[in-house]
Nanobody
Framework: QVQLVESGGGLVQAGGSLRLSCAAS????????MGWFRQAPGKEREFVAA????????AYADSVKGRFTISRDNAKNTVYLQMNSLKPEDTAVYYC???????????????????WGQGTQVTVSS
């Protein structure tokens, strides 16, 4: 059984940084993509960033390009999201997810992911 556990969320002032982690159990290797999504109150869940199984291909939402960086450590089955220059509009619950099998592809749509974590709250104060 695959489980994803996010950590690293919290309260930060605008302009600050946070690093989210997502540890995957029940899966090993590098043959699956991982992604981050977020959902703000009253809004739909939206794509934030994705990384291919190989780690060589990355994708970002326009709203976070240049501020967020996704990375992965396959030896630890963990994906990270480094978030810099945070803005109040980044406030949301952040979810990590994995797809079925993508070594080079970076899925950006919710329907492409099959396993999801429970989420971690990120709050950015102005």
């Amino acid at each position: 059984q695959v489980q994803l556990v996010e950590s690293g969320g919290g309260l930060v002032q605008a302009g600050g940084s946070l690093r989210l982690s997502c540890a995957a159990s029940g899966r090993t290797g590098s043959n699956y993509a991982m992604g981050w999504f977020r959902q703000a109150p009253g809004k739909e869940r939206e794509f934030v960033a994705a990384i291919s199984g190989s780690g060589s291909n990355l994708a970002y939402a326009d709203s976070v390009k240049g501020r967020f960086t996704i990375s992965r450590d396959n030896a630890k089955n963990t994906v990270y999201l480094q978030m810099n220059s945070l803005k109040p509009e980044d406030t949301a619950v952040y979810y990590c997810a994995t797809d079925r099998s993508s070594y080079y592809y970076t899925p950006t749509m919710i329907k492409e992911y099959i396993y999801w974590g429970q989420g971690t709250q990120v709050t950015v104060s102005s």
